[in-house]
């Protein structure tokens, strides 16, 4: 059975840093590329950043600058450092996994940059 348990999100003042966790089990981590999305009230799903299994990251434009995606092996886990909080950041933000054919979903952990 496929799990990604996302944490580390919660409430944090413009300007402030978060850091989201994802922990994968049950696929060849290494294997798959790891991204995050968030979505806001309101609106669409959207990429944040991914890496793929050798380490290549992107980010989407909003976020570049801000925000770094990183990945542990050994851990089975995602990471992403988000730094310089926007209230535009505020979403709940998914864990994604992708290998062709194979796609999974995190359960969303809520993020909110409020002051």
């Known amino acids: 059975q496929v799990q990604l348990v996302e944490s580390g999100g919660g409430l944090v003042q413009p300007g402030g840093s978060l850091r989201l966790s994802c922990a994968a089990s049950g696929i060849i981590f290494s294997i798959y590329t790891m991204g995050w999305y968030r979505q806001a009230p309101g609106k669409q799903r959207e990429l944040v950043a991914v890496?793929?299994?050798?380490?290549?990251?992107n980010a989407a434009n909003s976020v570049k600058g801000r925000f770094t995606i990183s990945r542990d092996n050994a851990k089975n886990t995602v990471y992403l450092q988000m730094n310089s909080l926007k209230p535009e950041d505020t979403a709940v933000y998914y864990c994604?996994?992708?290998?062709?054919?194979?796609?999974?979903w995190g359960q969303g952990t809520q993020v909110t940059v409020s002051s």
């Open positions: 890496i793929t299994s050798s380490g290549g990251t």
């Open positions: 994604n996994a992708q290998y062709p054919k194979s796609v999974y």
